[in-house]
C-alpha cells in the first residue's frame, strides 16, 4: 500500500467521543485548559461556557459580561491557561479569569466587530484583528493600547485573523486580499503576500520557518518564511477553511471547514491522515482545538454543539503515533509558557529553632557581657575567669537541680547562681550564656569527699558522660522529679 493509501486508509465512521449540547447559536471558539480536564466555548449566543471532557455536561453558569448581549465572535486561551481573551460583534474586547469567571478587563477602541484575538507567545500582550480593517495591540499588565503602534491600518477591508509569530518579533494579518506581515515594535508593513482569494485563518510554526493559511476556496497553503514563497498546498477540504489548528511539535495540523468535516494533517509528508471527522448534519464547523497530549480534538459547530473525538485510534490505525510526540526542548518551552504572568514564588526554608539551654539556666552569671549579642559572633576571651577545679556542694546541688530542664519544658530554678566555663568561639545566639549546640566547653567539679581529694575535670564530655556525671553526682536527699 502506498503512503497515501497508508494514510488514508479509511476505517469505520469516527464516532464523536462526547457531544455537549447548550449554546444557543454557532460555536466559534473552543480552547482545552491545563489539567486535561475541562474546555471552555464562546458562541454567537454571547456567552463562554466551561465544560466537563469526562462527562460532557456543562459546568457552572454560562460565563457573561453583566447584561451584555453581543454575539462573542472570537477566543483565545493565554500562554498561561489562566486567562481568556474574547472579541464580540460589537467591537468589545474582553479579558476573562478562568478561575472566577469573571471580566477582568473591557476594552473598546474597534468600531466594528472583533473577529481574531491572538496572545503574544508569553501574555504579555493581545493583538485584535476587526471587520473595521485595523489590527490593535493591547498591554494586558496597563490594559491600555500599546503606545505608538495603533492602530495598524491593515489595508484589508476585513481582518479575518492575526496571529504573532513566536518570538513575538512580527504580526501576520489576512483578508480578502491575501496576507500581509508587520513589526511588531514599529506596526509597519514588512511584506505581503498577494492571493486572489480570500484568506480566513493563519497559524506560525514554532521555529518561524513557516507560515501556514487556510483560504476560502478549502485550500491550505505553506509558505517558508525566509523568501515568502509559497513551498506546499494541502488539497481535501471542498469548501472555505475557517480554522487551522497547529499541534504544538509542528508535525501535526488540525483544519476546519463549511464542508462540515475537520481534517488532519501531516506535515511531514503533507498528507491527510485518516477520513474526515464528519459532523452532523454536514454542519460548518467553526473551530478546533487539541488537547495537551495530543490525543483529543475538540470541535465547534454551526449546528450550536461542540464535538469531543478521540483522534489517537486514527494515529494507531495508519501507524503514525509518533505524530503526537513532542520534543523535550518543545515540551520546555510549553512549559514556559504556562508559567508565563504567574507569580511563580518559593516557600520560604522552615529552619528547626536550635537546640539552647533553656532561658534562665544559666542566669547569675556575673561574666556574661550585655553587648555580647548576634551582632558581635566572636565573644571577647577577657570575659572568661580562669578554670576552677573546685566548686562548692551547694552550687553543685543548684546545678544538679537544673539539669532536668534540658530535657522537659518546666521552669527552671534561678535561685542559685552558676558561672561556666566557656572557650570564645562562634555564636550566633542573642543570649549571653552558651547554647549546647555549638561546640563550647563545660566544666564541672566532683562533690568533695576530703580536704585531700581533687576535683577532677572532664573536658568535651557527650551528652549521656553528662547525664552519667550528674546521676553518680545525686545525692540521697535530692529530690527526682522523674
Not at 88 to 112: C, F, M, N, P, Y
Not at 113 to 136: I, K, L, N, Q
Not at 314 to 333: N, W
Request: charged share 25%; with cysteine; glycine share 8%.
Amino acid at each position: 500500500m502506498s503512503s497515501l493509501g497508508a494514510e488514508m486508509k479509511q476505517t469505520s465512521k469516527l464516532i464523536p467521543r462526547k457531544i455537549m449540547r447548550g449554546h444557543t447559536k454557532q460555536v466559534v471558539g473552543v480552547a482545552h485548559l491545563p489539567g486535561r480536564q475541562r474546555i471552555v466555548t464562546c458562541s454567537f449566543d454571547g456567552s463562554l461556557r466551561l465544560w466537563d471532557l469526562e462527562s460532557g455536561a456543562q459546568i457552572g453558569y454560562e460565563w457573561r459580561d453583566e447584561w451584555d448581549k453581543a454575539g462573542v465572535w472570537t477566543m483565545a486561551l493565554s500562554p498561561n491557561g489562566k486567562t481568556v481573551a474574547s472579541g464580540s460583534e460589537d467591537g468589545t474586547v474582553r479579558l476573562w479569569d478562568v478561575r472566577t469567571r469573571k471580566v477582568i478587563a473591557k476594552w473598546k477602541e474597534h468600531t466594528q466587530a472583533v473577529e481574531s484575538v491572538c496572545w503574544s507567545p508569553y501574555g504579555e500582550r493581545v493583538v485584535t484583528g476587526s471587520f473595521d480593517g485595523t489590527a490593535r495591540v493591547w498591554h494586558v499588565e496597563s490594559g491600555g493600547l500599546v503606545q505608538g503602534l495603533n492602530p495598524i491600518e491593515t489595508g484589508h477591508q476585513h481582518v479575518y485573523a492575526v496571529s504573532y509569530s513566536p518570538n513575538a518579533t512580527r504580526i501576520a494579518t489576512c483578508g480578502r486580499d491575501g496576507i500581509k506581515i508587520w513589526d511588531a515594535k514599529t506596526g509597519k508593513q514588512l511584506t505581503a503576500i498577494k492571493l486572489h482569494q480570500l484568506v480566513w485563518s493563519l497559524t506560525w510554526t514554532s521555529d518561524e520557518k513557516k507560515l501556514i493559511s487556510g483560504s476560502r476556496n478549502g485550500s491550505i497553503r505553506i509558505f517558508d518564511t525566509a523568501t515568502w514563497y509559497q513551498i506546499a498546498i494541502l488539497h481535501g477540504h471542498t469548501q472555505g477553511i475557517k480554522s487551522i489548528t497547529l499541534f504544538p511539535n509542528d508535525r501535526l495540523l488540525a483544519s476546519t471547514s463549511w464542508d462540515g468535516t475537520a481534517r488532519l494533517w501531516n506535515l511531514d509528508t503533507n498528507l491527510q491522515v485518516g477520513p474526515p471527522l464528519q459532523h452532523e448534519k454536514g454542519s460548518d464547523v467553526q473551530c478546533a482545538a487539541f488537547s495537551a497530549d495530543g490525543r483529543l480534538l475538540s470541535t465547534g459547530c454551526e449546528d450550536r454543539n461542540v464535538y469531543v473525538w478521540d483522534i489517537q485510534a486514527i494515529f494507531k490505525s495508519a501507524r503514525l503515533e509518533d505524530l503526537l510526540f513532542i520534543p523535550d526542548v518543545q515540551k520546555f518551552e510549553l512549559k514556559r509558557k504556562l508559567l508565563s504572568g504567574a507569580y511563580v514564588t518559593r516557600r520560604p526554608t522552615i529552619r528547626p529553632p536550635p537546640h539552647q539551654v533553656p532561658p534562665g539556666f544559666f542566669d547569675g552569671d556575673q561574666d556574661c557581657d550585655p553587648s555580647l549579642t548576634s551582632s558581635r559572633p566572636y565573644p571577647d576571651p577577657s570575659l572568661h575567669r580562669s578554670r576552677s577545679s573546685f566548686v562548692p556542694s551547694q552550687e553543685s546541688r543548684a546545678l544538679i537541680s537544673r539539669f532536668p530542664s534540658l530535657f522537659r519544658r518546666s521552669p527552671p530554678n534561678t535561685n542559685e547562681p552558676f558561672k561556666p566555663q566557656q572557650f570564645p568561639g562562634p555564636s550566633t545566639s542573642s543570649r549571653c550564656g552558651p547554647a549546647l549546640h555549638e561546640k563550647k566547653e563545660l566544666y564541672v567539679t566532683w562533690r568533695p569527699e576530703r580536704a585531700s581529694d581533687k576535683g577532677t575535670r572532664i573536658k568535651n564530655p557527650t551528652l549521656w558522660a553528662r547525664v552519667g556525671l550528674f546521676l553518680c553526682c545525686v545525692s540521697p536527699s535530692t529530690h527526682d522529679d522523674h
